[in-house]
C-alpha cells in the first residue's frame, strides 16, 4: 500500500480536530506504516514531516499528570509481601489462588498495558470448586479490536512420558489435599487412562498439541530430553525466542535448573505451600532425581511399516534402520527367519476392525540368540481422506499397521507410546511423512531401559483381575497345562483381546516375561519325517549329548566349576557336554509321531530316581518334616528378583531359586499371535509344544494339532486327552486356592494394601499368589517327603510334570535358597464341610455327570412347573415351593464358580 504524505498528514488532522489525542494519533501512524511501503527508503513513522507534526500536536496538546500513581513493579511486591497474602501459612485459599495467579501473570506477561488488562471485578474474575483454582479475564476495553495480526504467539510445549506422568501425577495427587483422593494404584491406572483426572485425558492432550505444533508457532519438547542434555534444550527454547545471551548464562540456567538446586529452592519445591494445600509428610513435591540406565545395547531394533497391497498382499514398506541395510528404508525384502513379519502385523481379519493391536515373536537372525518382540498397531482408514494418494492405492480403504520391534518384551509400554504415533501417522494423511517414525525411534531408545524389566511396569495393560473374573478356576487349570508343556492353543477375536489375555497368564509365572522368553521363537523347521531322521543329530552315537545352547557356558560361577566340564573348548562337531554322565541321557526312540518330545534328549526312569534320592539327601536338613504353611501367608511380590545370574543349562537368566523356569526353551514356542501363514508349525517334528494365540477359526478346527484349546470368548477349556483332563483335575488344596483367589477379586471390601505386593485382590497380588505357588510346588520336590506333599497337587499332574523339560533342568541345578521356602501347598489341610461344598460344585458344573445330573434337575423342575399348572393352583403352589427348593438347592452347589455350557470335550 502506498499515498502521497500529504494525504497521511490531511487524515491525521481530522483525527486531531476530533479530539483524538497525541497518543492515539501515534497509534494510526504505526498501525499505516506496518502496511505502508517505505518513503525515501524509510519507514512513514519517520518521515520527517511525520515526526514534525506528532510534535506539532503534543505541544498544542500536552499531556496531563496522572491523578493516580503509576503502575510499579516494586510497589506490587511489597504490597504483596504484607497482609492478606502473608503469612502464607494462615492465607485464605481464595486470596492463595489470587496470589499466585497474580505472580504468574507477572512472570509471563511482557507488557504493562496487558497487565493493566486483568481485573478482579465479578465479571473478570471466576473461581474453580472450592477456590483452588481462578481464572482472570481482561476487560472488554482492553481486548484487541483487531484478532488477525501477522505476528503469533509463542507456545513452549513439555510433553513426558505416560509412564512417568502417571507415576508423578499419582504421588501428586496423595499430597495435594485439594484434589480428590487418588485410591488404590491399580484403580487409578485406569482412571488415568480413561481420562477422569483432574486435566483431562494425557492421550487427548500431547496428541492435540502433537498436531497443533505442525500448524502453529509452538515448539514441542520432551521431559527426557530436556533430563538427558538441558544445555541442548535450554539453547533451542533461546533460539525459539530469538534471544541472545553469553555462554555464561546459559550456564547459569542450567546449574539453578538442576534437580539438587531447584529441590532447595522453596519457589521450585513448593514447601512454601501451607500444609492443608501441600502435605509434603505424605510426598514431596520434587521427589527424586533418576534417570534409568540404558542398555548395553539398544532396545528398539526396527521401526517397520506394512502395508496391504492389492495385488501383493501384505508387505513392508518402511523400515527404519533398513531390516537389510543394504536395502534401504523402502524395500520390502525381508530375512528368511522373517519372512512371516507382514502377516503378524497385519493380522488376519484386519478389514472387519477399525483398529487394533498384536504382540507377536520373531525368531532370531543369524548370529543373534535371542527372541525379538513385536508390537504392531494397525490402523484402516478412508482412501479418499488421504491429502497425497499414491498411484498403488486402489481400494476404497488404506490399511496399515506400524511396528515396534525390540530386544525388551515391554510389550505394554511400547503400546502405550506406538498408539499414539500411530494415530498421529495417520492423521497426517500422507504417509510419505516418515520424520515422526524416526523420531519414535531415537524416542524409544532413549526412554525404554533394561531396568524397565525389574518392576511391574513390564505389566502394563495386563490385567490379572481381569483374567481372574472372566476364567475363574480355569485360570489354574491353564496353568498347569503350561507347567506341563502341552500344545496349547488360545482363541478369541480380535487380536489385542487375544494377546493381551494369553500374556496375562504368562505373567503369572514369575520371571517368564521377564527372562523366560528369549528362547521362545527359536526353531529349525524341518518339513518331512524322512529329513528328520536323515539328521546327524539323531543317527550318531557319537552326539549324545545334553542339548545347549551356545549362551549355557558363559559366565560360569566359580563354585560350579567342579560339578560342570568346561575346562576343554568344546568340539565343533558336538554340543556341550555338562558333567553328567553322557550314559544317562539317550535319544527318544519311540515314534515321532506320537511323542511329545520329538527328537529332544530324554533321562532314563532309573537316573530320575537316583537324582531324586541325591536332592533329597542333599536338602533334607533344609525343612521340617512337620511344618506346613498357614493358608493365611503373605507372599513377597514376584517383581524383585534380586541377582540374576545366567542358567548353566537353561541358559536364561535365573535368580536364586532357579526361575524362571526354562518352559519356553529347546522347541517348545510361545506365539502371543500366529499367523495363518505359520500354519505348518503346529505339525512340525521339531516343534515339540507350543503356547500360541489365533484368531483364524481354521487354527481351532484342526483340533488333532493341539492338545488344548481356550476358547477365551466363552471362558471355556477344550481338552481332547482323557489321561490329561484327568491330571488337571484340581485337588482339594488345588480348588481352595481358586476359590481364594476368585473370593478376593469379587468381593467388595475395603482396599488392604501389603507390603510388597500392594492392593489385596490387585493384580500384583494375584502374581504373588500364583509365585508362591510355584514356589511351593518347587520346594515340595525338594522335600524328603515329597510323594505325600506333592499329593496335594495332584499325584497325576505331579508324575507328568516330573518328565518335562522344565523340570529335569530344574532339579539337575542345586539352589539354596528355596531352604527359605516352606515345602508343601500353601492351602493343605484336613476337609471341612466347605471343602465338599467346592469339590460338590466343581463336579456338578465340570464333569459329564455333573452336567447330566444338572440338567435333569432342571428339566424336573420345570416339569414341576407345568404339572403345577395343569393341576390347579392350590396344587400347583405345593408344587411350586418343592420346585424353588430343588433350584436353590442346585443353586447353592453352583455358588462358588460360575457355570459353564456343556461340551463333551471340554474341561475345566
Known sequence: MTCKVPVVLSFLQELLDVGRTPSMLKVYVAAIAAYHAPVDGQSLGRNYLVVQFLKGARRINPSRPPSVPSWDLSTVLRALKGP???PLQSVDLKLLSLYTALLLALASIKRVGDLQALSVSPSCLEFGVGDSKVILKPRHGYVPKVLSTPFRAQVIYMARNAKDNLVSYFHFDRMNLTQPEPGPWDGYIHKFMRGQLGWGSWYDHVKGYWKECKENNILYMLFEDMKENPLREIKRIMHYLDLSVSEDV??????????????????????YIPKPVFDHSISAFMRKERMESQCKEEPVLHIVVVGFHHKKGCQVEFSYPPIIPSAGHDSNTLPEEWKYLPFLALPDGAHNYQEDTVYFHLPPLDGQLKCVYGVSCYRQME???LKVREADITRETVQKSVCVLSRLPLFGMIEAKLQLITHAYFEEKDFSQISILKELYDNMNRSLSCTALEGSQIYLGLSARDLILHFKHKVLIIFKLILLEKKILFYVTPVKRLVETLMTVLSLFPGIIEHGLAD????????SISEDFSSPEIISA?????????????????????RYDVSDQPDQSKACNTALDTHYLQHHTGSLLDSSECEWETLEPHVMDEMEENVDIDHSDMFDTDSGLPIT?????????GTLTSGIVSGLQEDQYGLPLAIFTKGYLCMPYMALQQHHLLSDISVRGFVAGATNILFRQQRHLSDAVVDVDEARIQIHDPELRKMLSLSTADLRFADYLVKHVTENKEDVFLDGTGWEGGDEWIRAQFGLYVHSLLSSALHQDHERLLADYGAAFTSAWKITHNYRLWISNKHPAMAEITPGHPFQGQYSVADVKIRLSHSMQNSERGKKIGNAVMSTSRSVV?????????????LTVAKSAMSSWFSMLAQPTTAVSASPQSTD
Open 542 to 562: 557319537d552326539e549324545e549329548s545334553f542339548s545347549m545352547s551356545a549362551t549355557d557356558v558363559t559366565d560360569i560361577p566359580k563354585e560350579l566349576e567342579g
Open 520 to 527: 521362545s521363537s527359536h526353531y529349525q523347521p524341518r518339513r
Open 250 to 271: 546459559i550456564e547459569r540456567i542450567v546449574q539453578l535448573t538442576s534437580f539438587q538446586v531447584m529441590k532447595d529452592n522453596p519457589m521450585a519445591n513448593y514447601s
Open 633 to 641: 501367608v503373605q507372599p513377597q511380590s514376584a517383581t524383585g528378583q
Open 84 to 86: 492478606p497474602f502473608e
Open 383 to 385: 482412501a479418499k481422506a
Open 866 to 878: 407345568q404339572t403345577g399348572k395343569a393341576v390347579g393352583q392350590s396344587v400347583g403352589g405345593a
